[in-house]
């Protein structure tokens, strides 16, 4: 098999619906070469069923990020499955409904922990719940984020919690690159996800596409992050750590 992945183990978290971006990291994955095993939150037979339309049969083992339990178990379903891992992709993100929506100033602090450990702790998480798992040459972690510079409408309370998943991923970077592991991030413009549509007033931030992205944005077109991700797992990153690569068409970098 050929391809910029080819040869290459890959686990990737978040494949909930067709629309997940980890839907298509996976299927361009496998496009590439790579095997790919799957996790599942909050139910394996929602992803086994999604997992049925990418291009090769993928395994799907049940996966809450903040539950201890499943991080301990996941090594040895793993290895039994792929032998190793040569890369991992962190697609997750969740706050409560009373942490997003133009709540900001009244979160209670059980939302915002609760938006912190499942967005931004579980990089850490999953990635050492993985790390025994790679080869002596090391692997890559690649997680999604959404542009945690600035403050945008509706998105409050995970504007801190990408703010700390984009930190964690530079620490992860520094602590890890002894083992050749290297830990970067998509910074990705807004799709019709799940996740995106159970934020209330989601449509009012995407609008800013419309009017600043440089390159034509579509909102029902996950692909170009999937494409991002895979990108960052090859080995054509080598020398690449800490970084986040901006798949959003150009919007953060333009003025007024
Ligand atoms: P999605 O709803 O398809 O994926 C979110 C995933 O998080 C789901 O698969 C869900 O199962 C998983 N998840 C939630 N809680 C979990 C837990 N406790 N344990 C394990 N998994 C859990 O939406 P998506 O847009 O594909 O989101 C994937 C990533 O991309 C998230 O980090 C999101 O913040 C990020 N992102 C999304 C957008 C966007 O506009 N949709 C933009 C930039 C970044």
Request: aromatic share 6%; hydrophobic share 45%.
């Amino acid at each position: 098999m050929s391809g910029i992945l080819a040869g290459k183990r890959i686990l990737i978290t978040g494949v909930l619906m067709e629309s997940s971006i980890a839907f298509h990291a996976a299927k361009v994955a496998q496009e590439q070469g790579a095997e790919v095993i799957l996790t599942a939150f909050p139910r394996p037979t929602l992803t086994e069923r999604i997992a049925k339309k990418l291009p090769k049969p993928a395994k799907v083992i049940e996966l809450d990020v903040t539950n201890q339990e499943h991080l301990d178990g996941l090594e040895a379903k793993v290895r039994e499955e792929l032998g190793g891992l040569d890369g991992v992709v962190h697609s997750i993100g969740f706050a409560p409904q009373d942490a997003l929506g133009g709540n900001f100033l009244k979160t209670s602090f059980e939302s915002v922990s609760t938006a912190m450990h499942v967005s931004a702790f579980s990089l850490k998480a999953l990635t050492m719940a993985c790390l025994p798992l790679m080869p002596e040459e090391g692997g890559a972690v690649v997680g999604l984020t959404f542009d945690a510079q600035f403050a945008w409408p509706q998105y409050d309370w995970m504007g801190p919690a990408k703010a700390a998943l984009e930190a964690t991923s530079r620490y992860l970077a520094r602590d890890l690159g002894a083992r050749n592991v290297r830990c970067n991030l998509v910074s990705a413009g807004p799709i019709g996800s799940m996740a995106a549509k159970s934020i209330p007033g989601f449509s009012e931030l995407a609008k800013v596409w419309d009017t600043r992205s440089p390159l034509n944005w579509d909102m029902g077109d996950p692909e170009p992050a999937g494409k991002g991700v895979v990108a960052l797992l090859s080995d054509f990153f080598p020398k690449t750590t800490g970084e986040i690569v901006h798949v959003d068409g150009g919007v953060h970098m333009m003025g007024a």
